[in-house]
Structures are given as structure tokens and as C-alpha cells.
């Protein structure tokens, strides 16, 4: 969860960074293999480099932190019963964040709706180990995380990021987007499936028709646990990174992408709550959400290379980890009976499918 | 948790390996620093090899399992109601287990007592990223986790293994043993960590006075929250790793010093089972529980380099992570009240304390 920038350190291994969010020492600035290439991406020279950092970045900072007020609002409205409260926090080498969370509501037992915009220097650390150029980076984004009550609601993860890094004269060295948003649903309901898929592509398709069958695709390879068969944690949405301007006006095209996809949020999601939260659940429902949120925690802690570089590199620890679920059950090889709703959903968790055409 | 066999990655990194149990593609044998030198783990020539594989293995592998069935009954007896079900599981590439889960029970909620005598070839690809030398490895070992229901009732983990490597002729190019135990507890009782200590250390004493005191630190070093302020999952125990004999007389020292530490576990724990199990206990205690629970979910997902590499290395999953607590709570930015029964546990797990002198 949380934005991911991957980096290549010297030994070759990838990992990430949890981008916008906790970055502690380590933050990245580098020349790495480009993950996609498409008109989104397409590799640039040096000398291409928008020179125009102040203005994305104070616009860039502006959306998220509307787009924060904006889904909190959204979301407690829904709830009925609980807010979120805000916890301010600064980080000692520059920057801070606004970590928003809502616990014990009505309708989402635990989430968080987290900004943060960070920077610092680039370190001889971070040049020999990790590659990096420029002398200072910047980064700033927005994490979320929604577990609900009701089993029949399905959890929700998504994640926006903006990075640069800056030459000793101040001007941007390298730059980037990356973001996506996941579903993970404890009962199938495809009907709710095409929706968030639908409605997630609608978003990117003014912008390019390949790039949701791409960056869905990438959403399906990265969520998923490899040491349960390549288990996915749910059925998956969107996920891209890496997504850089190569001039001024790919910067702005790229800007609105990124603006399109963070506004579809509550459109995606929204209904699918509206429409189960009133669902009558019973304990057989609350203990398969109880083990899937196991399934969870598993890829969260265990895959997740944004939240285990974010722990590893002293991020603050209460804003990665509010991804975690609530309540949270583990048990010793625990299968679904075959055909039941419970196995249903196991089905499109190892099988990922296409939910729109 | 489980065994851990450090392994010096191409890169320098160190990993570790799941050593006895769930071993998969990935086994290791290799010239790597000492973690420890003692009488018990000096370091030899090559030329100085012990050369009776056989003999060494067949009686570990003898008492690893008698072990096993000592553990069982004797956790099963003191539960009075549930018992262990053994799952018996092949390894594809050599060797296999016997995981036994006890599950519901009145005392115990959920454990695993788990043996697997594994073997294989090293391949090409361990060669050459894990710079491991012979030609064939061997290891075996007892893991075992128990969640007890009663909060007052501390958690335990322990285990014990011995590995080998060989070379073309089928002798041993080198061997070592390694393993401990540590306990988990929700609420401090000061006579049970004092009971628990000086158990482990009355049987290491015979072997060395300076043995317990070296390997309890290495305890309180390896089972803990990095990412929490160094918080420990627990109040430790003994952790051990790498005792190469030097020659034959040094090998039966060794395997008595592994039998005396494996034969003090249940004198280590049962007795605290026993004082606590009837202790009475509400929804607070089951709450505090859950959520130290969650820690100990935190510490063996992300930190506990033998479950992840087991798990990346094809472990069998199911048997690697038998380890996770039952039931579980994560919730944002929990922190006990000072002074309370609940904070007391919190400060010896962020303070660790001398138990015993």
C-alpha cells in the first residue's frame, strides 16, 4: 500500500519507497529501467526536464490536500456515526503530514486518509547506494485506507504521489507521477466489481484507451501474495508509477491524468457502499472477513515494499501501519467449503479477471 | 521465529533461511563471520571436520521427534480438552514433516509443534549467490508456537536445529547446531520471567557460565520491534546460532548442550501454564492481548528473516505461518495508560531486564 517508488540499490535488488508518506532518510533520485513506456512515459533527455518545479508542485500539494478534505467529508457523511480525527505530524529532515483517521463508525470500523509532502537532501548515502542524482528531492501525495464493518463492503486502498528531484541550482533533475486504487471485496458482487473497474477506466481513458488494460494489469501482478499460489488480496483496480513529463505540456496532460484518477475515488467506491453497507450480516460473514483481512495484513507486511521501506528507514510507524485491520483472525489452513459464496470470492482472488471489456 | 540460518547473500545483505523447517528451493552452506565464539563455537579447519554425518544425524533426528511427542503430550494433558492433529507433509525436492496444530483448546487457543527433517542438493544458483560449498545439505529441527487463551498466560515460541553439509563423498564439509526460546507474555509476573530464565539457564550453565548470559542478549537483540523504538515482542529467553563442533568429543558436548535445552522448555513454560491458566480475566485483558498479539504479527511477517525467507523460498506457507496468533487488533496509535498493568509489560519489553544474575 501507499505510493511506491522503486528503487535499484547497489546490489541490484529492487525495493521501494513509500513515496508520499513517511519517507524517512532514504529518498531516491535515480536512473532506473522504465517500468512502462507509453505517450504517458516515454523517456526524455536531460536537457527535456521541465524547468516549471514550483508550479506543479504548488498545484500538485493543492489537489491533495482538497482531495483529502473531500473524501474525509465524503466519507463520514456516509458513515452517520464517527469523524476523522487529525494527528499532525513533522519529520525530522523536512516536511510532515496530515494523517487522517476514523475508527468504531457505523459504517468503517478503521481507515485513514493520510497526506503528506516531504524533502530533503540527497545524501552521499543516497548517491552511492541507491544511484541518485540531483541534490534534493521533494515528494508529496495521498494514501487512503477504508475498512468497513459490514463484510459485505468491501475494503478499499488507493494512493496518489507526485516526485522531483532538484540540481544544486534548484531546477527539477527528474520528475514523476505514480498512483492506483484497489478493491477488496470478502463476497463477490461483479455487479460491484465492473463498477469500480469501470468507473477507474472511465478516468483514464481520455488520456490514453491503453492505459487501463496496462496499468490494471500491473495492479494484478503487484497486489498479490506469492507465497499463497499468487493469491491477489482482492480483485484489484489500478496501479502505475514512474508516469514522467517530457515536456511542459506532457506535464500538464500528466497533471490532469493524475487529478482524473484521484477524483474518480469516490465514484468508484462510494456506491458500492451505499448499496451493501445495509446488508444483515451474520458471524460465519464477520470470521471470512476476519481471515481475509489476515490475507491482508500478510501482503501488507510481508510484499509491500512501500510500507516495509517506509518502517525500514524510520517513517512514522501509526501512519503506514493504519492500514492494518481492526480485527484480524488466523487460522491453520483454513479453506472455504468448494462452490460456497466464501470460495467464490477465493476464485477471483486466484484467477484475477477482466471485469470490463 | 522458527530456526534462522544467516546466509550472506552475493550483495552482502544478510537473509536468513527457515533452517529445519519448510525449507524450499534454497538451503545454505557457506563460509560466513562467526556470530559468537566460545568454547562451544570456535572456529575450525576444514582439515578438521568432524566425519560421522550418520551417527550425529540419526540421533538428532531420533530426538527431535521424541521431543515432538513429548511436547505434545504433555501440552495436550495440560489443556484437558483439545488435542494436536499432525499433518504429514512431503518436501518435492527431499525430505518432508510433521506439523501438529492444536486448536480451541480450553488452555490453548492455537499452537503448532512442528518437526521436518529436509535434504538436497546444492544447486548451481546457491553456489553462486550464496557462495555455499559442498555438495549436498541435511537439516533438522523441532519449531513450535503456543497462543494460550488466557491473557495472563504468556505466549511461547522455541526451537531447535542441526544442520549439514557434505561434500561429493558424502562426507561432512560442515555442521552446526542452533535454536532457543522466548516468552511472550501479555501482563508481567515477575516470578514467571524469573522462573523462565533460570530454567534455560540452569541447563546451559553445565556447558558454560558464559553461555547464558551471551546468548540471552542475543536474544533480547533479535526478537525485536525495529520499527518501535526497539520494542521486544516479549521478555526474550536464549537465542542461539552457528555451535560448530571442533572434533567428535566437541560434537557430543554439543548435541548434549541442544538436548538440555530442548529437554528444559516444558520445565521452562508448563509451570507458568499451570499458575495462570485459571487466572480470571475480562474483555480489557483479552483487548491488550489482541493488540500485543498484533506486535507479535509485526515482528514475524516483517522482521523474522526465517519466516520470510521460508516463505519466499517455497516453504510450505501453512506451516511457516502456524506461528500467527489466533485472534488479532490493530488499532491506530494504541498506547496503554501509564502506570498501568498493561504499560508495566509495554516498559520491559522497551527496557529488557536481567532476570536472573
Known sequence: MHGLLWILLRN??????????????????????????????????????VHHSSDTKQRWISFVHDLQDRICQALEKED????FREDRWER????????????????FEKGGVNTSVVHGKVTDAMRTQLKMEGDSWFACGLSLVIHPVNPFVPTVHANW??????????????????????????????????????????????????????FKQQCDSYFTNSHRDNEMRGIGGVFYDYLRPQDEQDADRLFAFQQANGNAFLAAYLPIVVKRKNNVWNERHKHWQ????????EFNLIHDRGTLFGLRTNGRTESILMSLPPTVRFEYNFHPEAGSEEDKLLQVCLHPRQWVE
Not at 93 to 105: E, F, H, S, V
Not at 190 to 212: C, S
Open 161 to 214: 504521489r507526485y516526485f522531483e528531484c532538484h540540481n544544486t541550482e534548484g531546477k527539477i533533475a527528474d520528475q514523476w507521477f505514480g498512483g492506483g486504487a484497489d478493491l477488496t471485496p470478502y463476497y463477490l458482487f461483479e455487479d460491484d466489481a465492473r463498477h469500480f473497474h469501470q468507473t477507474l477506466r472511465n478516468a483514464m481513458t481520455p488520456f490514453g484507451a491503453e492505459l487501463y488494460p496496462k
Open 12 to 49: 541490484g535488488i529492487r525495493a521501494t519507497v513509500n513515496l508520499p508518506v513517511e519517507i524517512g532518510k532514504l529518498v531516491v533520485c535515480y536512473k532506473r529501467k522504465r517500468m512502462m513506456s507509453n505517450r504517458l512515459t516515454s523517456d526524455r533527455e536531460k536537457s527535456q526536464v
Open 80 to 83: 452517520g456515526g464517527a469523524v
Open 92 to 107: 525530522k529532515d523536512g516536511g510532515g503530514g496530515k494523517t487522517r483517521i476514523i475508527a468504531n463508525g457505523d459504517v
Open 290 to 297: 476476519e481471515i481475509r483481512r489476515g490475507r491482508y495484513v
